[in-house]
């Protein structure tokens, strides 16, 4: 069974950084893309970034480019996603979710339960 | 950026009955679409794929159709744990992977 655990969120401040992270097992973890997917309090689904398995694909939404980054470990099996600059609307539930495939972003398979994200101004 | 438009926004429909659900793209996605359903408090979960697929462990009563713009998700004769938020997600044109806004399925 697939299982991946978030964590690392909290309250940040402004401006800050944290560093989010996610636990795969269940499944092997070096074949397939990863994603980060958020949800604002109240709102929908935001696609956030992807990795493919090897880590030579890397895409982020406009609005984190520059400001987020993703990396995977996959000896460790594990995902991360290191936030800087963070700014009052990332404030989010940050989902961890596996690919369908290896290399190219497509829909999100298995999801974990989230760590929240609190940014304050 | 392909923009996701779901409609209705909320659902209501009786215990037994059928429910649809269209989602509309800004511009042809292909087959390249996929369903959630999200109940409060928990992860979204993945319902179909590739507009009409069922993923693994979903139920026959899920069922979705159409191609380029125009998508629907069918559910047949509701069950009180079918209702819940369902999103629609294209992944044909990327970055960004874009999600409609939801639609809210609930008991008449």
């Known amino acids: 069974e697939v299982h991946l655990v978030e964590s690392g969120g909290g309250l940040v401040k402004s401006g800050g950084s944290l560093r989010l992270s996610c636990a795969a097992s269940?499944?092997?973890?070096?074949?397939?893309?990863m994603n980060w997917v958020r949800q604002a309090p109240g709102k929908g689904l935001e696609w956030v970034s992807s990795i493919s398995s090897t880590s030579a694909y890397i895409y982020y939404a406009a609005s984190v480019k520059g400001r987020f980054t993703i990396s995977r470990d996959n000896a460790r099996n594990s995902l991360s996603l290191q936030m800087d600059s963070v700014r009052d609307e990332d404030t989010a539930l940050y989902y961890c979710?596996?690919?369908?495939?290896?290399?190219?972003?497509?829909?999100?398979?298995?999801w974990g339960h989230g760590t929240p994200l609190i940014v304050s101004s | 950026e392909v923009v996701m438009t779901q409609s209705p926004a909320t659902l209501s429909v009786s215990l037994g009955e059928r429910a649809t659900l269209s989602c509309r793209a800004s511009?042809?996605?292909?087959?390249?679409l996929a369903w959630y359903q999200q109940k409060p408090g928990q992860a979204p979960r993945l319902l179909l794929l590739d507009a009409s697929t069922r993923a693994t462990g979903i139920s026959a009563r899920f069922s979705g159709s159409g191609s380029g713009t125009e998508f629907t998700l069918t559910i047949s004769s509701l069950q009180s744990e079918d209702f819940a938020v369902y999103y629609c997600?294209?992944?044909?044109?990327?970055?960004?992977?874009?999600f409609g806004q939801g639609t809210r399925l609930e008991i008449k």
């Open positions: 979710a596996t690919g369908v495939g290896a290399t190219h972003p497509s829909c999100f398979q298995d």
């Open positions: 511009q042809s996605v292909g087959s390249d």
């Open positions: 269940g499944f092997t973890f070096s074949s397939y893309n």
């Open positions: 997600q294209q992944y044909n044109n990327w970055p960004p992977l874009t």
